[in-house]
């Protein structure tokens, strides 16, 4: 008799975002003439930018043409669209990234949960709290989080670093030593940041006892303090002990096109074996390739036309960011980020938990938010707002929450 994956049923509840949806599902069935404004799910509203669609157009019809169809991709992805990050999001920032080191994928989502893919079930990982759910999720699919507490809320094989608003919600180092450290920054869900200083000591403290980083930097466009780097890369040493993710969702709108890339130094290795070449192998096994088109218009992403519009959509957001973050300053709540990041990240009001705030927006002010305690236990008593609304929605919500 076939044999199921376990781990599977040890997963707690629906993903985070799919109770989200049938909560407001219901909501809208009960009260079909609510206009509800969802500042909770990170998709982006505004389209495509010109260049982007006229690349899309172009691709297509090569496409249509005998002597210009694309069939399948490069197991890597092409090359001029690895050549053009490897220079702009890179070379740009003094930091050497060679083509065969970037992977192009479907997204920063895929492969933050596949990288696990390359690594022995028996690594222990490490976390910061609250955390994007995919990275525990997907470890808990692969077998490494032991078992879970009902009452801590945490899982007895992770490592939890908590975020708390005392240390600016950047964790502090593990005193318990962990084989795989995740960490997003620009933050995905408080919104905060990291310098350069703070992101050199996980670099430093991971080489010293030979953990490797998975450093998502999906947000970097969103970063306007100077002194928090756009690239794990730029701190010394971290060729030999980081992975960086990377997405074309939210600098570019590409949540609906699908389209990011993986970078794995040749100098990471482990046991002297290269993380690049398992990636590669890895990738080239089980991943057909993102289609032409849509590398074709990631590659227009970097041309001058398409640097200044996905510039103007990036500050459009962050535009929304500072509205949210001032608007909810003044009406007295504690408020955080929202200057590095499209996330502001809110203290529960009168010792609210986070999913009774969630309902209370939903039913006095028909606003879709997150509740902090979906994201992990020190996310209780937060909750998070998206600046990817509609600049006019975004005032709307403001107006609502604050008139309650």
Not at 220 to 240: L, R, V, W
Not at 271 to 282: D, E
Not at 300 to 312: D, F, L
Request: proline letters at 5%; aromatic letters at 12%; charged letters at 20%.
């Amino acid at each position: 008799m076939f044999k199921i994956n376990e781990n599977y049923l040890k997963l707690q509840g629906s993903y985070l975002f799919s109770t989200i949806g049938k909560k407001v599902r219901t909501y809208k069935e009960e009260n079909p003439d609510k206009n509800v404004i969802s500042l909770g799910i990170g998709d982006v509203t505004l389209p495509l930018a010109p260049s982007i669609i006229s690349a899309l157009h172009k691709a297509t019809e090569e496409m249509a043409a005998k002597e210009t169809f694309k069939g399948y991709s490069p197991d890597l992805g092409y090359e001029f669209l690895r050549s053009a990050i490897s220079k702009h999001d890179y070379e740009a920032r003094g930091v050497q990234i060679a083509i065969d080191e970037i992977f192009i994928s479907d997204g920063a989502k895929s492969d933050s949960g596949n990288i696990g893919d390359i690594f022995a079930e028996n690594n222990k990982i490490a976390v910061c709290d609250p955390v994007y759910p995919v990275y525990v999720d997907t470890n808990v699919m692969a077998g490494r989080t032991g078992e879970f507490n009902t009452t801590t809320g945490k899982w007895s094989n992770v490592i939890y670093m908590p975020c708390t608003k005392e240390h600016n919600f950047v964790p502090m180092l593990p005193k318990d030593t962990p084989d795989i450290i995740y960490l997003c920054f620009p933050n995905n869900p408080t919104g905060s940041a990291i310098t350069k200083k703070e992101l050199q000591k996980w670099v430093d403290y991971a080489i010293e006892k030979g953990a490797v980083i998975i450093y998502d930097a999906a947000y970097e466009a969103y970063i306007s303090e100077e002194d928090c780097p756009h690239t794990i890369y730029e701190c010394d040493g971290a060729k030999k002990c980081a992975i960086e993710l990377r997405s074309f969702s939210k600098n570019a709108g590409f949540t609906g096109t699908r389209l990011g890339f993986t970078v794995i130094p040749k100098e990471l290795t482990s046991g002297g074996v290269s993380l690049n070449s398992l990636w590669a192998r890895r990738h080239g096994t089980k991943f057909n390739g993102a289609p032409y088109i849509i590398q074709a218009a990631g590659a227009s992403v970097y041309s001058p036309e398409g640097m200044a519009e996905t510039r103007e959509q990036i500050d459009y957001y962050r535009n929304n960011a500072r509205l949210i973050r001032d608007g909810l300053l003044e009406a007295g709540y504690q408020v955080f980020g929202g200057v590095n990041a499209p996330y502001i990240w809110l203290q529960t009001p009168n010792g609210m938990t986070s999913w009774d705030f969630f309902d209370y927006l939903l039913q006095n002010a028909s606003v879709v938010g997150t509740p902090g305690s979906g994201f992990g236990p020190s996310g209780e008593g937060y909750f998070r707002l998206t600046a990817f609304g509609t600049y006019e929605n975004t005032l709307e919500a403001l107006r609502r929450i604050n008139n309650l």
